[in-house]
T-cell receptor, first 112, second 112 residues
Framework: DAKTTQPPSMDCAEGRAANLPCNHS???????VYWYRQIHSQGPQYIIH???NNETNEMASLIITEDRKSSTLILPHATLRDTAVYYC?????????????FGQGTRLTINP | KAGVTQTPRYLIKTRGQQVTLSCSPI?????VSWYQQTPGQGLQFLFE???????NKGNFPGRFSGRQFSNSRSEMNVSTLELGDSALYLC???????????FGPGTRLLVL
């Protein structure tokens, strides 16, 4: 499984863009980068995923470097409800099945 | 579309008992995965089912088992409960085993 490295915690002011980095230097060519977040021990919420190109949806943008060794999740206008633990995951596919390997994530705190 | 539902949401058991947790996937989803989350170990993969077949299993003892029914609903069972089994048990469903996983709210199990 490709491993990911994320800062344990980050702070961001409400209304500003939150940029969450993730390092995945051992990622394989056919592995996707997924981002989930978890609020107060609820079930993880899917945010976005990508392979090579940058992706954007209604929640966030995902910027993947050209060598695919790192990526950045961008929450363009952070609100207090974005306070959560954010997980960057490289999806591992083993013998045709899939599992998500979660690291410790980044605890993002949005400050008023 | 309704999301992933898990029942019960909270459960208290005593050591030595057994427990069965239920997961109803998003309509049309055929793959169901189970994860355990504890403060010490984080989120760990238990097993994954697709079309009533277990496709992959995590590194958990045989006391942890599961099954999937023809309507894609899944159950997991833990026998001979131990104190260390206290955790949040999360179920995730996806259209197919290669697709994005969406998580339910989890079942919080407390073993006394």
């Amino acid at each position: 499984d490709a491993k990911t490295t994320q800062p344990p915690s980050m702070d961001c002011a409400e209304g500003r863009a939150a940029n969450l980095p993730c390092n995945h230097s051992t990622i394989s060519g056919n592995e996707y980068v997924y981002w989930y977040r978890q609020i107060h021990s609820q079930g993880p919420q899917y945010i976005i995923h990508g392979l090579k190109n940058n992706e954007t949806n209604e929640m966030a943008s995902l910027i993947i470097t050209e060598d695919r060794k790192s990526s950045t999740l961008i929450l363009p206008h952070a609100t207090l409800r974005d306070t959560a633990v954010y997980y960057c995951i490289v999806r591992a596919t083993i013998q045709g099945a899939q599992k998500l390997v979660f690291g410790q994530g980044t605890r993002l705190t949005i400050n008023p | 579309k309704a999301g992933v539902t898990q029942t019960p949401r909270y459960l208290i058991k005593t050591r030595g008992q057994q427990v069965t947790l239920s997961c109803s996937p998003i309509s049309g989803h055929r793959s169901v995965s189970w994860y355990q989350q504890t403060p010490g170990q984080g989120l760990q993969f238990l097993f994954e089912y697709f079309s009533e077949t277990q496709r992959n299993k995590g590194n958990f003892p045989g006391r942890f088992s599961g099954r999937q029914f023809s309507n894609s609903r899944s159950e997991m069972n833990v026998s001979t409960l131990e104190l260390g089994d206290s955790a949040l048990y999360l179920c995730a469903s996806s259209l197919d085993y290669q697709e994005t996983q969406y998580f339910g709210p989890g079942t919080r199990l407390l073993v006394l």
